[in-house]
């Protein structure tokens, strides 16, 4: 019996030990994770989870735009984005520190172009809100203070999104102390310029043509008089 015994010991001893190893493997990386590089710090992007259902925005966005621009294009830059910094000693890094690293490297621009999109539709989904918003407080006094009424500020915010030629975006910033209206062309975006971005626009044609064919206009109309969220612009005005 007390060989039986010792042997069970000797057994139980095993396990545990292999058990222990196991654990510290995988806490020191030394298996090969998903969303980890073998031994390294480096992590995966996983695509921002919405908090409204994909036909939340209807009618003013359907969800068949919305399955092909998040599910499609949206993934796309992120499933490329994680293809680029395999092996890098970037993926460890926030996607906004990636997108400002490579934004000026010559040979970073693939890189740059697919983070860059992956940030600013991310920034997108946040801008909008099924049944929007109002905006008042602190950022309502800086909305007034720098376009003189909301309703100027809506009208800045549909002449750039008209006015940019081809790809982009039309963004509410904070510039110093001032609010602005801006355009970016392709994945350009306002922090790149030393702006905060509030709240912003996609007027890339996938984000609206099912819907609206080449009637940019109707589309970010529905978009500003519907759907933008004024919450989440005002909650990224710096806390002072």
Same mark, same amino acid.
């Given at each position: 019996?007390?060989?039986?015994?010792?042997?069970?010991?000797?057994?139980?001893?095993?396990?545990?030990?292999?058990?222990?190893?196991?654990?510290?493997?995988?806490?020191?990386?030394?298996?090969?994770?998903?969303?980890?590089?073998?031994?390294?710090?480096?992590?995966?992007?996983?695509?921002?989870?919405?908090?409204?259902?994909?036909?939340?925005?209807?009618?003013?966005?359907?969800?068949?735009?919305?399955?092909?621009?998040?599910?499609?294009?949206?993934?796309?830059?992120?499933?490329?984005?994680?293809?680029?910094?395999?092996?890098?000693?970037?993926?460890?890094?926030?996607?906004?520190?990636?997108?400002?690293?490579?934004?000026?490297?010559?040979?970073?621009?693939?890189?740059?172009?697919?983070?860059?999109?992956?940030?600013?539709?991310?920034?997108?989904?946040?801008?909008?809100?099924?049944?929007?918003?109002?905006?008042?407080?602190? &950022? $309502?006094?800086?909305?007034? @203070?720098? !376009? %003189? /009424?909301?309703?100027?500020?809506?009208? =800045? &915010? $549909?002449?750039?999104?008209? @006015?940019? !030629? %081809? /790809?982009?975006?039309?963004?509410?910033? =904070?510039?110093?102390?001032?609010?602005?209206?801006?355009?970016?062309?392709?994945?350009?975006?306002?922090? =790149?310029?030393?702006?905060?971005?509030?709240?912003?626009?996609?007027?890339?044609?996938?984000?609206?043509? =099912?819907?609206?064919?080449?009637?940019?206009?109707?589309?970010?109309?529905?978009?500003?008089?519907?759907?933008?969220?004024?919450?989440?612009?005002?909650?990224?005005?710096?806390?002072?």
């Amino acid at each position: 019996m007390r060989r039986k015994e010792h042997r069970h010991c000797l057994r139980g001893r095993a396990f545990w030990g292999t058990l222990l190893v196991s654990v510290l493997m995988v806490v020191t990386g030394t298996f090969g994770l998903s969303g980890c590089s073998q031994g390294g710090a480096s992590s995966t992007l996983q695509p921002y989870a919405l908090p409204y259902d994909q036909k939340a925005l209807e009618p003013f966005i359907s969800q068949k735009t919305f399955e092909f621009h998040y599910g499609k294009h949206y993934q796309g830059y992120v499933d490329k984005t994680n293809e680029l910094l395999r092996g890098s000693s970037l993926a460890q890094l926030p996607l906004e520190e990636i997108m400002k690293q490579t934004a000026t490297s010559p040979d970073k621009v693939a890189l740059f172009n697919n983070a860059a999109q992956a940030w600013n539709h991310e920034f997108f989904w946040k801008s909008l809100k099924p049944g929007g918003a109002k905006p008042g407080g602190e &950022l $309502l006094k800086k909305i007034q @203070a720098s !376009f %003189g /009424s909301l309703d100027s500020l809506k009208r =800045l &915010l $549909l002449d750039a999104s008209l @006015a940019q !030629f %081809g /790809s982009g975006w039309a963004w509410l910033v =904070l510039e110093g102390d001032t609010l602005k209206v801006v355009k970016t062309g392709n994945a350009d975006n306002p922090l =790149l310029h030393g702006q905060v971005p509030l709240l912003t626009i996609d007027v890339w044609e996938h984000a609206y043509y =099912l819907d609206y064919q080449n009637r940019r206009g109707d589309y970010v109309k529905a978009i500003i008089d519907n759907l933008l969220n004024w919450d989440f612009a005002a909650a990224n005005l710096p806390k002072s």
